[in-house]
């Protein structure tokens, strides 16, 4: 069999995920970085096979297998190296080529693209401290760059002119590869090709394992553009590749967080402020395999783009790139800096301690980004634009293909959209009653009552919101149905719920803080006891949540009981006309009743 180019089997194992082709064969559990599961290649009982992205490979610590995907695919399926390549690109929904002389002349060319590439970045390194140089190490140095820094991420200058072209020419590289590679531009006048950078600020762009694949750079003076990037080359496509992705792969593995931010001096700031998980785009909106290569180092990568217009273009566009990439466990967080601050400013104004506390405090998962983007400048005051946003979130849900995650959406978008369109909103301050989801208005025949648990379930709930207010809001429907048979308990409860119903983002410190303010702070006397047991049980989030809807399904069951027992009594005592209405009422109620259980 004829091999392949290198450059495609690398495409291959990048678009790749060796958990997910693995996890096709062995069931994986995640514990902290990597995924964990039973070797199938030797007999085991304890799980000792270990399976990461990140690093892209396997190994097992009973019986010492190790290797990549194409390993892998090798030893399970019983195919050759280049077998289990073809395989995986045709799974990856990529054309197999088939090699030639001209395909293994283009991998030589790539080997001498990169040559000159890295050839170019030590001319333009030694150039910032010559003479030449001098504007732009100042440049560096006015934005607070010192030499660690700037030998980090290998910064250098352009000198004016065709400086560069002289210096490879006399290293032995011909005018063609230079071309090819982006360091030079032919004229279509016929003239004699130049340098494609001059006069500016140069930021080497590598690949993930630091090989020079392109530039950056940004000019000293009043010309446009204002950052110019290396065309697109044999060897540099700029939506497959992040700015400084294998220098800030080591911390983004070891705190399961990526931060995207817009620009070169964005990352480079923060890494000199001791933030080195930060990467950035190269100029142009998130693409589809950029999301996917960070998922790689982090399960939700948290996009910090400025609050100006073009910043909050960019959250939109990435917002609705991964909308059909989305599947459980994996998503985009979202975070705008006060003031249309830019990261490099946050930071020198407000240190890096309060840049971090603020990153970890105040972002919105991506379902509060897309909710705040659907309700952007846009009025709700007549049906048909309430209609029109309805519509909106349709389109939205339909672009989502992982059939939980859409569930789950779905789910999210009905409350928010009650919260904002329903009479029975909070409007006054008071917290909201409505009548049970079983009422049926306006019927004599039935006087239904509303959800009412009884005192020790109220004080449970209350303890669980008062200790997961953000999880409790995403009840907020069902527990506004919730009426003790204690007036006190419901006051108390409406109280909580007004709080949440104002702010559904609201942590359990400002919770109390707020109490406290409105002297209600006798709430957590009330439910002092539920509240040390919750503390002692120290429930996960997802336990707290399972735990409020199961006390929740149970009071709706009960509700269901007795209103069937109520119907049961009234059929009893009824003519034909009416039992007969009431025998149809009970039987769907019944159905209710089987359906929660």
């Known amino acids: 069999m004829p091999s392949l180019p290198a450059s495609f089997i690398q495409e291959v194992r990048s678009r790749t995920s060796i958990v997910s082709i693995v996890g096709q064969t062995v069931k994986l559990k995640r514990r902290g970085n990597e995924y964990w599961g039973c070797c199938p290649f030797h007999h085991e009982k304890t799980a000792s096979f270990s399976v990461s992205d990140e690093r892209e490979y396997y ?122 590679a982006g360091l030079l531009i032919r004229p279509d006048n016929g003239e004699s090709p130049y340098d494609y950078f001059r006069n500016r600020v140069m930021f080497p762009i590598t690949d993930k394992r630091g090989k020079v ?21 044999p060897v540099f496509s700029k939506g497959d590749t992040l700015y400084a992705l294998h220098l800030s792969a080591q911390q983004a593995r070891k705190m399961q967080e990526i931060i995207v931010v817009e620009g070169y001096m964005d990352v480079i700031a923060m890494a000199a402020a001791g933030i ?33 217009g073009a910043g909050q273009r960019a959250a939109i566009r990435a917002a609705q790139r991964a909308l059909p990439l989305l599947k459980p ?10 003031d249309n601050l830019d990261p490099d400013e946050y930071i020198k104004e407000h240190g890096k ?95 239904h009552p509303s959800v009412r648990p009884d005192r020790d379930e109220t004080r449970m709930l209350l303890a669980y919101v008062l200790l997961y207010p953000d999880i409790g809001a995403e009840f907020l429907e069902d527990l506004a149905e919730c ?11 409406g109280f909580v719920m007004t709080a949440l119903s104002a702010d559904p983002d609201i942590t359990a ?8 303010a409105t002297d209600q702070t006798g709430i957590y006397d009330f439910v002092a006891a539920e509240i040390e047991m919750l503390n002692r049980k120290n429930p996960l989030p997802q336990e707290a949540r399972e735990d409020i809807s199961l006390i929740l399904s149970g009071i709706h069951k009960k509700a269901l009981r007795g209103e069937l027992q109520r119907l ?30």
């Open 59 to 180: 190994h097992c610590f009973g019986c010492g297998a190790h290797g990549s995907v194409f390993d892998f695919v090798q030893k399970t399926q019983s195919v050759t190296f280049l077998e289990a390549v073809e395989h995986l690109a045709r799974l990856a929904g990529m054309e197999i080529p088939r090699p030639s002389a001209r395909d293994y002349e283009r991998e030589r060319k790539k080997t001498g693209l990169t040559e000159a590439l890295e050839a170019a970045c030590l001319f333009f390194e030694e150039q910032l401290y010559k003479p030449a140089g001098r504007p732009g190490l100042y440049y560096l140095q006015r934005r607070g760059l010192n030499d660690e820094i700037i030998k980090r991420f290998r910064l250098g200058f352009s000198p004016p002119g065709n400086a560069l072209k002289a210096h490879l020419i006399r290293a032995g590289f011909n005018e063609d590869v230079l071309i090819e």
């Open 568 to 597: 049961a009594e009234q059929i009893a005592d009824a003519d034909e006309n009416n039992a007969r209405q009431l025998w149809e009422k009970y039987q769907n109620l019944l159905k209710e009743e089987k359906d929660l259980a």
């Open 276 to 308: 080195t998980r930060a990467v950035a785009p190269l100029g142009t909106a998130m693409t589809e395999h950029q999301i996917q290569l960070l998922w790689r180092y982090a399960p939700e990568p948290l996009c910090c783009f400025d609050g100006d």
């Open 483 to 493: 009426q003790s048979s204690s007036p006190r308990q419901n006051e108390m409860f």
């Open 353 to 447: 301690s309060s840049f971090e506390t603020f990153l970890q405090t105040q972002y919105r998962p991506l379902f509060k980004q897309l909710w705040q983007m659907l309700l952007a400048d846009r009025p709700l005051d007549t049906p048909e634009r309430k209609a029109g946003l309805s519509k909106d979130i349709e389109e939205c849900l339909e672009k989502i293909k992982d059939p939980a995650v859409k569930n789950f959406y779905r789910q999210e978008f009905k409350s928010a959209l009650w919260e904002i369109t329903s009479p029975y909103k909070n409007t006054a301050g008071d917290f909201p009653v409505r009548r049970g989801p079983y009422s049926k208005h306006g019927d004599s025949l039935i006087t």
């Open 213 to 233: 694949i392109a530039f950056g750079g940004r000019v000293l003076d009043d010309g446009e553009p204002k950052y110019l990037n290396s065309p697109e080359t």
């Open 509 to 516: 410190d400002r919770l109390k803080e707020h109490l406290h």
């Open 329 to 338: 466990g994996y998503s985009l967080r979202f975070i705008t800096l006060p």
